[in-house]
C-alpha cells in the first residue's frame, strides 16, 4: 500500500489496489459531469494508479462509503466527488473514507464490468477488487460501509432504494430503515445476507459483522440523469447523518 498525504488539504490518499487503475477523464460523460477543482484533479491524477481510498477526519465512528464497483454507474461516482469537496471543509465527529472510483479501469471505460467480473457478484472471491476492500474494511476495523449504484429503469430494482439484510447484522436494516425515510427511497430488505445474492459486496461485509447498505438511485447505465448525482449525494448525506458524523 501506497501512502501519500495531500497535507495542505488535510487529506490522506492511499492506493489500494494497483490492477485497476484508469484514466477516468477518457469517460467524457462522467468529465461533463464533475467540476474541475484542485482536489478532483489530483484525485483523477490518484486514480491512474489504482484504486484510491480517501481518509477524512479522525477517530471513531469509521464509516465507509464505495462507488463505481460498477465502472458505467456514473450517479454515485460524482456524488462522491462532490461529497468530498465537501466534507473536507466539514467539522467530522469520526472518520470517513471515500472510494469514488472502485475500478477507474472500468469507469474509464463506462464499463460494468472489469476483467469480465461482476465485482458486485464477486467480493467472496480472493484477489477479486471488491474482496481487498473487505479485507482493507476488516483492517480498519470500519464500523459500517455504505455502496452507492445506480439502476436504470425497468431493470433490477429500477427504482430509487436501499437494500440491507438484517441477518447477521440488524444495524444493516436499522441504517437502511433511516436512510429509506430520509431521502427517500424504498426499503428494500432481506431476512439474511448471502441468501438472494451471491458474492455482493453489501452482503459479504454484513456477514462478517460489518452493518452494511446499498444505495440505488435511478440513470441510465453509462450516463447521468438530471438531478440523480444530487439523489446519491442525499444518500450519502443521510447515511453520514444516520451516525451524526458531520458537527
Ligand atoms: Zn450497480
Request: aromatic share 6%; glycine share 6%; proline share 13%.
Given at each position: 500500500m501506497v501512502f501519500s498525504n495531500l497535507n495542505d488539504i488535510g487529506l490522506e490518499i492511499n492506493i489500494i489496489s494497483y490492477e485497476t487503475g484508469g484514466r477516468v477523464e477518457k469517460n467524457d460523460v462522467l468529465m461533463e459531469n464533475i467540476s474541475k477543482t484542485d482536489l478532483n484533479i489530483a484525485i483523477l491524477k490518484k486514480v491512474t494508479k489504482g484504486t484510491a481510498l480517501i481518509k477524512l477526519g479522525k477517530r471513531n465512528p469509521k464509516l465507509m462509503i464505495t462507488a463505481g464497483i460498477h465502472g458505467n454507474e456514473l450517479p454515485p461516482q460524482i456524488a462522491s466527488l462532490n461529497l468530498i469537496n465537501e466534507l473536507i471543509n466539514s467539522k467530522l465527529r469520526g472518520t470517513v473514507y471515500v472510494v469514488p472510483f472502485s475500478i477507474p479501469h472500468a469507469t474509464m471505460e463506462n464499463s460494468r464490468r472489469f476483467n469480465g467480473i461482476d465485482m458486485n457478484r464477486a467480493a467472496s472471491k480472493l484477489g477479486c477488487l471488491s474482496n481487498n476492500l473487505l479485507k482493507i474494511i476488516k483492517m480498519l476495523k470500519i464500523d459500517a460501509v455504505s455502496d452507492f449504484h445506480s439502476t436504470k429503469l425497468k431493470s433490477?430494482?429500477?427504482?430509487?432504494?436501499?437494500?440491507?439484510?438484517?441477518?447477521?447484522?440488524?444495524k444493516s436494516y436499522e441504517i437502511a430503515r433511516y436512510i429509506s425515510e430520509n431521502t427517500p427511497s424504498e426499503l428494500i430488505f432481506y431476512e439474511k445476507a448471502g441468501l438472494y445474492y451471491k458474492g455482493a459486496f453489501e452482503d459479504e461485509c454484513n456477514l462478517a459483522g460489518i452493518p452494511a447498505v446499498t444505495c440505488e438511485v435511478v440513470s441510465e447505465n453509462g450516463e447521468v440523469d438530471p438531478g440523480s448525482p444530487e439523489k446519491s449525494y442525499n444518500q450519502m448525506i443521510s447515511f453520514l447523518n444516520y451516525f451524526k458524523m458531520i458537527k
Open positions: 433490477n430494482p429500477g427504482r430509487q432504494s436501499v437494500f440491507c439484510s438484517k441477518k447477521p447484522c440488524i
